[in-house]
């Protein structure tokens, strides 16, 4: 994210779990990491990649976005082959990268 040009706070804790249910991370969608962006209250749940956040801030009315479990296709976990799928907090597909 930082590489994107995002300005990340990262906040260490024991209990993502209670950060992930007040934030209201649907529990299938639950990852690894969880983020909000600042200025619009979304969530990022997992290794989504930063253009999948642009795409998500420029449409305000979504909650979050997550990339669910830790697909190997994902930022961190191994080249980006455009199979990403990234889905909208109801569970729809949001964007494919």
């Known amino acids: 994210m930082r590489d994107s040009g995002y ?5 260490k804790t ?9 934030l ?9 990491h969880t983020a909000v962006v600042d200025g619009t209250g979304q969530i990022v749940e997992g290794h989504v990649p930063a ?3 642009d795409k998500l801030v420029a ?7 997550a990339a669910p479990g830790m697909p190997v296709n994902s ?9 990403l799928v990234t889905v909208d907090f109801s ?4 964007s494919r990268d």
Not at 14 to 22: L, N, P, T, V, Y
Not at 24 to 32: D, E, G, I, M, T
Not at 75 to 83: E, K, Q, S, V, W
């Open 91 to 94: 569970g729809k597909p949001f």
């Open 14 to 22: 024991a209990d993502m779990s209670a950060i992930k249910q007040k």
């Open 75 to 83: 930022p961190g976990m191994g080249p980006m082959d455009g199979n």
């Open 59 to 65: 449409k305000r009315a979504i909650p979050g976005v």
């Open 24 to 32: 209201k991370v649907p529990a299938a969608l639950a990852s690894c």
């Open 51 to 53: 253009t999948v956040v």
């Open 7 to 11: 300005t990340v706070n990262a906040i």
